[in-house]
């Protein structure tokens, strides 16, 4: 079962794939600046529910029907669009907002006591509520797994579903080894005590960055 997967050169591919800094990992990087690692990477799970149900799919033999599909890729495309607009938007809204914003009173101990618990959940589901929509509204990572894992199955492999799920497996892993790097260099940058100024311009460049996959993903043609 393992030999039937060319492993050698399935790891090195798979790192510069998933390091590459798509929707997801800027995710990943903006929140470890605004909230710390530990959400961050929290939330980063967000993103393999789709991830896993598309390596099923494909595993399946669904990935090449529904990629070949015209109708539902552009489905998917245009909720990606409108999706990744909405966030690269609200991301730069957030930038001005921070500009204009004239002081900040830090909030007492009693004030961070109460409700902190319910506040921290809240926060986490709706960070990987993010990651998942994200995700899930992308039909690029469809035709990604359909296109890229068979690639390193070996010639003498009888079967291809239980290699193909083994390697999107792998996949998963190296991409949540690659969020958690993400993560942590925002929750660096955060640690280094940087300026609002310099916050301001992260996410200001996130959220052009966002919409401009969101510009590349509306000229993408099946």
């Not at 998917?76 to 907002?97: E, M, P, Q, S």
């Not at 961070?112 to 509520?129: I, K, M, N, T």
């Not at 290699?163 to 991409?175: D, F, K, N, R, S």
Request: overall charge positive; proline content about 4%; charged content about 15%.
């Amino acid at each position: 079962m393992f030999s039937t997967v060319e492993w050698t050169t399935f790891f090195p591919a798979a790192l510069l794939v998933a390091a590459a800094p798509g929707a997801n990992q800027l995710l990943s990087l903006r929140n470890g600046l605004r909230h710390g690692r530990t959400p961050a990477v929290s939330a980063s799970p967000g993103r393999f529910t789709p991830f896993a149900l598309m390596i099923i799919a494909v595993a399946a033999g669904l990935g090449a029907v529904l990629a070949a599909s015209e109708a539902a890729f552009n489905i998917i495309k245009w909720c990606g669009v409108v999706y990744l607009l909405w966030l690269g938007l609200r991301t730069l809204v957030t930038a001005f907002r921070q500009r204009s914003a004239t002081g900040w009173a830090a909030p007492s101990s009693e004030q961070r006591d109460v409700g902190a618990s319910h506040q921290d959940e809240a926060r986490s589901w709706r960070l990987a509520r993010q990651e998942f929509l994200v995700a899930v509204s992308n039909p690029k990572a469809l035709i990604l797994f359909t296109v890229f894992l068979p690639q390193f199955l070996g010639r003498d492999a009888d079967t291809m579903a239980t290699p193909l799920l083994l390697l999107g497996t792998a996949y998963i892993a190296v991409e949540f080894f690659c969020a958690c790097g993400y993560a942590a260099l925002g929750s660096r940058l955060r640690s280094m005590g940087i300026t609002r100024r310099a916050r301001r311009i992260l996410d200001a460049l996130t959220g052009i960055t966002i919409l401009g996959l969101a510009g590349w993903l509306a000229t993408e043609q099946h």
